[in-house]
């Protein structure tokens, strides 16, 4: 329970933030109609003064939605190991840097660099850093907490960081608000519940017109209540992001997550390294997934914008797309698999063997069970990744297949095998 914040504040704030990004937004309504999803659902999650990521975030179990990391210890510990596997694979290079999209209250990367001080021997001759890439000032305030002790640098000169530190392990850590602002270098990247909170675009057939995106507009005959319209006519975003082929009647397209997918794959494929996606989503089949959540309930996405989280299933085939052949993919495969994979039933027996009170050891079994049953979070979450080409084929495999030593498999979409 330490490990999670404190909800009062954030209830607090809440409260008083209500009305305000409700009436920035009816104002702008008023001025200019009505506006596509993806611009309501970027104003209300990350609008610089009143954005619910701006002002709280309220990841963990006192704040509005909880995730793998704030379950369980364990979930970063086996990311850890994945990267460790992934770094061997790829030939021990003599250093990399640790890039994660988002990283809430920062217990993933905590885990994560535990695992790697753990396992300081392996990477002793490594050099070791990390970018957190966040547009969240509070939440970087929390991250800072965590990792530095709160022992950081705000708007360091000689750095495109916005702020830096050191970690408690003695990592170096630099604080991003996009992923064209970090250095260039052999990177390993991670993005856990991340893409699901970039702004969506919605849209819907209407048999007798085709294509209509679907907006958001003031109700005339409510005051200050939004609602959802259709687009009169087609909007530039119909004309770009429905395919020919589409044969569902309802489809949502996150234009962001398909651009900071091909910058991954681009950095990947120039400067080598391996990017691990984790969130809800589905590949390429589902349709109406927008929702809201706030105090761990389904919320009205409409309603009291600026106080809860607003999400979309991650469109797993969009991405593959958009990594446009420049690295490999591997999944989406369940979270259940990936973990089993990773070695979580063995781990799960060392704690429970090492622990001492009952109490202790039904955490861990309540815990494991949160991330693995297919029920709660071990089917509809996935794992995802890209990969250089080489790393799962040999670049002159044609030429001469039987010269080569086979590659080592990927973890977790395969065994994890540690020599
Ligand atoms: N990875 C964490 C937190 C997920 S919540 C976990 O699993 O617990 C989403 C995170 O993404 C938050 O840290 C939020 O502030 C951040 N975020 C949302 N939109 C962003 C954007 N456009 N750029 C950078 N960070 C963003």
């Given at each position: 329970a330490a490990r999670l914040r404190s909800g009062a504040g954030g209830e607090a704030e809440a409260a008083s933030g209500d009305g305000a990004m409700l009436r920035h937004l009816t104002r702008k309504l008023r001025a200019s109609g009505p506006v596509t999803v993806a611009e309501y659902m970027r104003e209300a999650l990350t609008n610089p003064g009143q954005g619910y990521y701006t002002r709280r975030?309220?990841?963990?179990?006192?704040?509005?939605f909880i995730t793998s990391p704030e379950i369980s210890q364990v979930f970063g510990e086996l990311i850890g190991i994945w990267y460790i596997s992934e770094w061997m694979a790829m030939g021990k290079p003599s250093t990399f840097q640790l890039v994660e999209l988002g990283p809430g209250r920062g217990t993933l990367t905590e885990d994560i660099l535990r695992v790697f001080k753990q396992l300081a021997s392996v990477l002793s001759k490594c050099d070791v850093s990390v970018h957190l890439v966040e547009v969240s000032p509070k939440l970087s305030e929390i991250q800072a907490v965590m990792l530095t002790g709160g022992e950081v640098q705000p708007n360091p000169e000689d750095e495109s960081a916005y702020m830096k530190g050191i970690s408690k392990t003695g990592i170096p850590i630099f604080w991003y608000r996009d992923i064209q602002d970090v250095p260039s270098g052999y990177s390993f990247y991670l993005a856990h519940?991340?893409?699901?909170a970039l702004p969506i675009h919605k849209f819907q057939q209407r048999?007798?017109?085709g294509w209509r995106e679907v907006l958001v507009d003031i109700d005339p005959q409510v005051p200050d209540q939004l609602r959802f319209v259709l687009s009169p006519s087609r909007t530039p975003a119909t004309q770009n992001f429905i395919q020919p082929e589409e044969t569902r009647d309802h489809v949502e397209v996150c234009p962001e997550a398909g651009v900071i997918v091909q910058r991954l794959a681009s950095r990947i494929e120039k400067d080598g390294g391996a990017a691990l996606v984790a969130d809800y989503g589905h590949d390429?089949?589902?349709?109406d997934t927008f929702r809201g959540f706030r105090n761990h309930k389904l919320h009205d996405?409409?309603?009291?914008?600026?106080?809860a989280d607003l999400t979309a299933d991650v469109d797993f085939s969009y991405l593959r797309k958009m990594a446009q052949g420049k690295t490999a993919t591997l999944g989406p495969i369940k979270q259940r698999e990936f973990l089993k994979n990773m070695g979580i039933d063995l781990r799960l027996q060392v704690l429970l063997q090492n622990s001492g009170d009952t109490a202790t050891r039904e955490q861990l079994l309540h815990s494991y069970d949160m991330l693995m049953n297919p029920e709660k979070m071990g089917d509809c979450f996935n794992f995802f990744a890209l990969l250089p080409h080489h790393r799962l084929v040999h670049p002159d495999k044609k030429d001469k297949p039987e010269s080569k030593s086979p590659l080592p498999p990927v973890a977790g979409f395969n065994e994890l095998l540690l020599k």
């Amino acid at each position: 329970a330490a490990r999670l914040r404190s909800g009062a504040g954030g209830e607090a704030e809440a409260a008083s933030g209500d009305g305000a990004m409700l009436r920035h937004l009816t104002r702008k309504l008023r001025a200019s109609g009505p506006v596509t999803v993806a611009e309501y659902m970027r104003e209300a999650l990350t609008n610089p003064g009143q954005g619910y990521y701006t002002r709280r975030g309220g990841v963990g179990e006192s704040g509005d939605f909880i995730t793998s990391p704030e379950i369980s210890q364990v979930f970063g510990e086996l990311i850890g190991i994945w990267y460790i596997s992934e770094w061997m694979a790829m030939g021990k290079p003599s250093t990399f840097q640790l890039v994660e999209l988002g990283p809430g209250r920062g217990t993933l990367t905590e885990d994560i660099l535990r695992v790697f001080k753990q396992l300081a021997s392996v990477l002793s001759k490594c050099d070791v850093s990390v970018h957190l890439v966040e547009v969240s000032p509070k939440l970087s305030e929390i991250q800072a907490v965590m990792l530095t002790g709160g022992e950081v640098q705000p708007n360091p000169e000689d750095e495109s960081a916005y702020m830096k530190g050191i970690s408690k392990t003695g990592i170096p850590i630099f604080w991003y608000r996009d992923i064209q602002d970090v250095p260039s270098g052999y990177s390993f990247y991670l993005a856990h519940e991340f893409f699901d909170a970039l702004p969506i675009h919605k849209f819907q057939q209407r048999t007798e017109k085709g294509w209509r995106e679907v907006l958001v507009d003031i109700d005339p005959q409510v005051p200050d209540q939004l609602r959802f319209v259709l687009s009169p006519s087609r909007t530039p975003a119909t004309q770009n992001f429905i395919q020919p082929e589409e044969t569902r009647d309802h489809v949502e397209v996150c234009p962001e997550a398909g651009v900071i997918v091909q910058r991954l794959a681009s950095r990947i494929e120039k400067d080598g390294g391996a990017a691990l996606v984790a969130d809800y989503g589905h590949d390429g089949t589902k349709t109406d997934t927008f929702r809201g959540f706030r105090n761990h309930k389904l919320h009205d996405v409409l309603s009291a914008p600026g106080t809860a989280d607003l999400t979309a299933d991650v469109d797993f085939s969009y991405l593959r797309k958009m990594a446009q052949g420049k690295t490999a993919t591997l999944g989406p495969i369940k979270q259940r698999e990936f973990l089993k994979n990773m070695g979580i039933d063995l781990r799960l027996q060392v704690l429970l063997q090492n622990s001492g009170d009952t109490a202790t050891r039904e955490q861990l079994l309540h815990s494991y069970d949160m991330l693995m049953n297919p029920e709660k979070m071990g089917d509809c979450f996935n794992f995802f990744a890209l990969l250089p080409h080489h790393r799962l084929v040999h670049p002159d495999k044609k030429d001469k297949p039987e010269s080569k030593s086979p590659l080592p498999p990927v973890a977790g979409f395969n065994e994890l095998l540690l020599k």
